[in-house]
Nanobody, 116 residues
């Protein structure tokens, strides 16, 4: 079973930047599209960015132009560069595959807090 380990979160002021990383165990990482999801307290988890195995990307309107997703299949790693962060970006961020609602086991996530 694939294990996902997210890192890179933290406390940042509005307008700041963070880069999240997600390392996946298992050799099948390169087969699926991967995504970054986030969950705010009391809200459902939402997909904010995705990338196909070929590198095509898609973003939620709320992060478009500010976040950039990338992946390194050789390192089984997916990244999320987050710029111009806003307080409403505060959430726990997770990575997982994008596969019609079928997921790997969720990792522990990484907390991002945007506050002055």
């Amino acid at each position: 079973q694939v294990q996902l380990v997210e890192s890179g979160g933290g406390l940042v002021q509005p307008g700041g930047s963070l880069r999240l990383s997600c390392v996946a165990s298992g050799s099948i990482f390169g087969i699926y599209a991967m995504g970054w999801y986030r969950q705010c307290p009391g809200k459902q988890r939402e997909l904010v960015a995705s990338i196909t195995r070929g590198g095509s990307t898609n973003y939620a309107d709320s992060v478009k132009g500010r976040f950039t997703i990338s992946r390194d299949n050789a390192k089984n790693t997916v990244y999320l560069q987050m710029n111009s962060l806003k307080p409403e970006d505060t959430a726990v961020y997770y990575c997982n595959k994008v596969d019609y609602g079928v997921y790997y086991n969720w990792g522990q996530g990484t907390q991002v807090t945007v506050s002055s």
